[in-house]
């Protein structure tokens, strides 16, 4: 079935009001189906996949295999189920998400640098200074051509890593003005870790 209303309601057509409910997998792309079959007035369920385990045993498993579990699963009552966000909130915990994952690989940058001067027992900066680094600095370092370019390709990456990271903050302003509507976000680790650790 192609991932579009006008397929999905085809497929369910033929089973008119007796399509009571309807459930779909909280894969990547789940926001489209259950909007927009949801304003049709439809009792739609977001199934965790996470918690849904076939028999260990089983020979086949495809969309048809997995389509009937749920089904099964719904029929009986205990399909285990996944919060909806509500459509107004998923775009700042969306950003929170990315945000989240920029400073994780600006982490593996910056440690990929470290991990590079120590096989060459070189000093190696602080993050910051590493960040003002240009041309000269590389330059003057006592690497071949080939790690001079490894290096040069890291603080390039850490430059644009660091610059998008500071987008999703954004300025004084904003940051505060964010801190309030992420302490409205529910569940994710917000109660772990708060929305100034979040945006800084």
């Not at 495809?62 to 909130?89: F, H, K, T």
């Not at 994952?101 to 070189?122: D, G, H, K, N």
């Not at 040069?152 to 644009?160: D, F, H, T, W, Y």
């Amino acid at each position: 079935m192609k991932a579009n209303l006008t397929a999905v309601n085809t497929a369910l057509k033929p089973y008119g009001d007796r399509v009571k409910q309807v459930a779909v997998e909280s894969t990547y792309n789940w926001y489209w189906f259950v909007d927009r079959l949801r304003s049709q007035g439809r009792d739609v369920r977001l199934a965790n996949p996470a918690k849904m385990d076939q028999y260990s045993g089983l020979k086949v498993g495809d969309d048809a295999s997995d389509a009937g579990w749920i089904a099964e699963q719904m029929r009986l009552g205990i399909l285990p189920e996944s919060y909806v966000y509500p459509a107004e909130l998923r775009p700042m915990r969306d950003a929170l998400r990315r945000r989240m994952l920029i400073v994780r690989q600006r982490t593996q940058t910056l440690l990929s640098l470290e991990s590079l001067f120590a096989r060459y027992a070189l000093p190696c900066p602080k993050a910051d200074e590493l960040k003002g680094w240009t041309g000269v600095e590389v330059e003057g370092l006592k690497l071949d051509s080939f790690t001079r370019l490894e290096v040069e390709s890291l603080l390039g990456v850490l430059r644009q890593q660091d610059k998008m990271a500071s987008r999703h903050s954004g300025g004084k302003g904003q940051r505060e003005q964010r801190e309030a509507d992420v302490l409205q976000v529910p569940g994710e680790v917000l109660p772990l870790l708060d929305a100034h650790t979040w945006l800084r």
